[in-house]
C-alpha cells in the first residue's frame, strides 16, 4: 500500500485537508497546483474516464482555492474584476466568468458563487488572483474585506452523482439548479454544495468550511456512494477536452483575450458598470483578432496520455499555431485537442499539420466542444 510518507514532500507546497484520505484511497501520483498538491493519478486514466461517465468519480480539488470578498462594496467591486455583467447575480446563484487585465488579457476563469448579498467567493483556476484583488482593493476606494477563507471544495461528478447527493442531503437536494448552491450539513459538518463542475457531466462541488474535518468528509461521501458505484478519480483530461473546458496556463494565460477564445458570450463590455479592461476589450472587438482557438482532430495512433508541451502547428511552410492541449478519446476513438491557430486558418475543415515528438501528422479543423456540445449532460 502507498504511504504519504512515499512522497518526498515538503512544507512549502500545501497539502489539501484530504490529502490522507486520498492516498489511502489509492493516490498514486500528484502534481501542483495553485502552491497545492493535487492528485493527478488513481491507476488507468481510461478507467478514471469510464468512472466518470458511467457513474461517479469523487475528485480532491481544494487546490481551487477561494477568493472571499466581502463588505458594503462586495458587489461592487466584484463587477470591477469581471466584463460579465453580474447585476443580476443573485443571493444563491453562481457564474462562470473572466477576471481580465488592463490590456484584455485573462487572468483566470473561476466560477463565482455569490453566498450572501455583500459576500462573495471566487472559486479559483491555477493563479494568485487573492494577491491581483488585494492590491486592486488598495486604491479602489471601496470598503471591502478580500482573503482566502478556510474552504476546500471536492467534485462528486457523474451520472450517479445526483443519486450520491440524495443519500446523504434527502430528496431535496435534487431541486439544486445548474449553477446554484445550497448551504447544507453532513454528519455536522458544515458544506456549500453547488451544481457545479470541471468535468461536462452531471455534477457537484462540497465546498468543505472546516479542514479539520477532510478525511471524515471523504470517507462518508465515499460510503454513501459505495451503492451507486463512487470510485475515487481525479478530474479527467479525456472529458475535459471532449468537453471543449480550458485548462488555465494551457489553452489560455495572460496573453489571451477573450474573443481569442470564442466567449464573447462573457463579456458585457457595453454596460454601465466599470471594470478592469473595459477599454482594452473595446478596442479588440473593433479591431478583430489575429488568432482563434480550434478544436482539432490529429491523424496518428492513439496517444498514450495528454501533450506535455506545446506542440508546433503548421500550413505548409508556414507555423501558424500550436497544439494547447491534446488527448486520446477512447469514446469518440480518436485524438482530439485545443488549438490556437492564426485566424485565416480557424475555419472548419481546414487541413493543417501538427508536428508531435514522433514527427508531423495532419490534422483538421472540427467544431468543439467534441462532445455534448449544448452541455445537456451537465445541465440536466
Not at 500500500?1 to 489539501?16: A, C, L, N, V, Y
Not at 491555477?126 to 476606494?141: I, K
Not at 482563434?292 to 501558424?320: C, H, M, R, Y
Not at 492564426?342 to 490534422?363: C, D, I, R, Y
Amino acid at each position: 500500500m502507498t504511504k504519504p510518507e512515499d512522497f518526498g514532500f515538503g512544507t512549502q507546497i500545501r497539502k489539501s485537508p484530504y490529502f490522507d484520505a486520498t492516498v489511502k484511497w489509492g493516490a498514486k501520483g500528484f502534481s501542483v497546483y495553485n502552491h497545492m498538491y493535487i492528485p493527478r493519478d488513481f491507476g488507468d486514466p481510461e478507467q478514471n474516464f469510464w468512472n466518470l461517465v458511467n457513474d461517479a468519480i469523487l475528485c480532491d480539488v481544494a487546490v481551487e482555492r477561494q477568493v472571499e470578498i466581502s463588505g458594503p462594496d462586495a458587489a461592487r467591486f466584484t463587477q470591477m474584476l469581471t466584463p460579465r455583467d453580474l447585476s443580476k447575480l443573485a443571493v444563491g446563484q453562481c457564474k462562470y466568468i473572466l477576471i481580465t487585465n488592463a490590456d484584455g488579457g485573462i487572468l483566470n476563469d473561476p466560477v463565482l458563487l455569490r453566498l450572501e448579498e455583500n459576500r462573495f467567493w471566487i472559486s479559483l483556476a491555477d493563479s494568485d488572483v487573492l494577491l491581483w484583488a488585494q492590491g486592486v482593493a488598495v486604491n479602489s476606494g471601496m470598503d471591502v474585506t478580500i482573503h482566502e477563507p478556510d474552504v476546500s471544495p471536492l467534485q462528486l461528478q457523474g451520472p450517479q452523482s445526483g443519486e450520491i447527493m440524495k443519500a446523504m442531503f434527502g430528496d431535496s437536494i435534487a431541486d439544486l439548479k445548474y449553477y446554484w448552491l445550497r448551504h447544507v450539513e453532513l454528519n455536522g459538518i458544515p458544506l456549500v454544495v453547488s451544481r457545479t463542475g470541471w468535468s461536462s457531466e452531471l455534477g457537484y462541488e462540497l465546498y468543505l468550511q472546516d479542514g479539520s474535518r477532510g478525511g471524515e468528509l471523504w470517507d462518508a461521501i465515499m460510503a454513501a456512494g459505495e451503492p451507486f458505484g463512487l470510485k475515487p478519480g481525479h478530474t479527467s483530461s479525456i472529458r475535459r477536452i471532449e468537453g471543449g473546458m480550458l485548462s488555465y496556463h494551457a489553452d489560455a494565460d495572460i496573453n489571451t483575450n477573450p474573443f481569442e477564445l470564442g466567449l464573447d458570450r462573457l463579456l458585457n463590455i457595453d454596460m454601465d458598470a466599470n471594470f478592469i479592461g473595459k477599454a482594452a476589450l473595446r478596442r479588440i472587438r473593433e479591431q478583430g483578432v489575429a488568432r482563434k482557438q480550434v478544436g482539432l482532430v490529429i491523424e496518428a495512433d492513439p496517444l498514450t496520455g495528454p501533450n506535455t508541451t506545446f506542440w508546433p502547428i503548421s500550413a505548409g511552410s508556414d507555423a501558424i499555431g500550436k497544439v494547447t492541449s491534446a488527448v486520446y478519446s477512447p469514446r469518440l476513438k480518436q485524438n482530439i485537442a485545443l488549438a490556437m491557430v492564426s485566424a485565416e486558418n480557424a475555419e472548419v475543415g481546414t487541413e493543417l499539420e501538427v508536428t508531435m515528438p514522433q514527427g508531423k501528422v495532419k490534422a483538421q479543423v472540427v467544431e468543439r466542444p467534441f462532445f455534448d456540445p449544448k452541455k445537456k449532460i451537465a445541465a440536466s
